[in-house]
């Protein structure tokens, strides 16, 4: 099993004695960028640098799963020690949850490893996951197949003031997942509002922002499981964003997932299955199984869906490696969603390796 660990504080000096370079940067800047109040309550929240990578609870759940079905497990961090880890113990089978660190590959860098030594993997492929990291490809990609996705351009530098544009626009950046970077302020009303958040995430996040029409219906996320043929869509999940506070804008930000939506402190925000008209519901459904197909996407994803002004669902996110806290209290979405389907925490994860054996069984 291949992972990236979300430590309580990551300072370079401990990074660097875990197998990773003495360069390991962290985001210092965001802290600059969030509402007051939500520091003080907060404040081992707002450093966003690991929100990626995941909890020991989330990667000791997903062990007991396999073990549960009788597998052995060796346990392989992605650091700077795994391509040789993983050459020498030659695994049968790699159930890979790596998020990397370096770049905006870095989804991609285990199963492009995994690929050159010839060793089997859960999840997409390293192109798949590359271009779903990169927002802007991915749209390109869906936009081609004719799969509705928001209107968008990016860049990394301010706009002058004569470019006419039509607001509000939804500003995010380009390389980022786990809601970093997605703040209240990303929902823009005019040409000001926006390039100060270009400049912030330029300057939070070194890279161009991603700049879509903001569109105002409902949101939902969408669990994959298989494949070809037997692609499962989940039940659905709407995001009630009705109940996000009164004086924020409506989507899951930053602010909304990691400090609002807290085990302690739930926010009644989901609804699964979704409460939406049939007509609608098989919508979501079709499209995203069109968008699994055209991206080639493999075993398992979540897919991120907005209605526009014509209730028309439109892919606003990818997740090729979709979060996946064990604990119900925690509110993540995919386990919500395969517990609606009947499977528990050990059959869903279970559920994801059987699919990719049999993906392999068949190319072979």
Request: aromatic share 10%.
């Amino acid at each position: 099993m291949t992972y990236n660990a979300k430590h309580e504080s990551e300072g370079s000096e401990s990074l660097a004695g875990r197998g990773f370079h003495e360069s390991f940067p962290k985001n210092n800047n965001a802290v600059k960028y969030i509402d007051k109040n939500l520091i003080e309550n907060y404040p081992e929240r707002i450093d966003d640098t690991f929100a990626e990578w995941d909890s020991f609870e989330t990667i000791d759940a997903v062990k007991n799963a396999l073990l549960s079905a009788g597998n052995k497990v060796e346990m392989i961090e992605a650091d700077d020690d795994a391509f040789g880890k993983l050459k020498d113990s030659k695994p049968d089978f790699v159930f890979n949850i790596a998020e990397g660190f370096y770049g905006a590959s870095r989804e991609s860098q285990i199963p492009s490893i995994l690929e050159m030594l010839n060793i089997p993997y859960t999840g997409s492929d390293s192109i798949t996951t590359g271009i779903c990291h990169d927002k802007s490809r991915c749209k390109e990609i869906l936009s081609y197949y004719k799969i509705p996705n928001p209107g968008f351009f990016i860049t990394d530098r301010e706009i002058i003031n004569h470019v006419k544009l039509l607001f509000p626009k939804f500003v995010k950046p380009l390389h980022e997942g786990s809601s970093k970077g997605i703040y209240n302020s990303s929902v823009v009303k005019d040409m000001d509002e926006l390039n100060n958040e270009i400049l912030r995430i330029k300057e939070t996040y070194n890279q161009y922002s991603l700049i879509e029409d903001f569109l105002g219906g409902k949101e939902f996320t969408v669990a994959m499981l298989g494949n070809g043929d037997d692609v499962r869509v989940l039940p659905v999940v709407e995001i009630n964003l009705d109940l996000v506070p009164e004086d924020f804008n409506k989507i899951y930000s930053y602010e909304v997932k990691w400090f609002f939506d807290t085990r302690e402190n739930q926010l009644d925000i989901f609804d699964c299955p979704a409460k939406v008209s049939g007509k609608i519901y098989s919508s979501i459904e079709n499209v995203c199984r069109d968008a699994f197909k055209v991206l080639r996407l493999r075993d398992w994803a979540r897919i991120d869906v907005r209605l526009d002004g014509k209730n028309i669902p439109n892919i606003i996110e990818i997740n090729p490696l979709p979060g996946i806290l064990p604990d119900p209290a925690d509110n993540s979405c995919y386990p919500k969603a395969a517990r609606e389907a009947g499977m528990d925490y050990n059959k869903m994860i279970n559920a994801v390796l059987d699919a990719a054996i049999k993906r392999y069984k068949e190319y072979k």
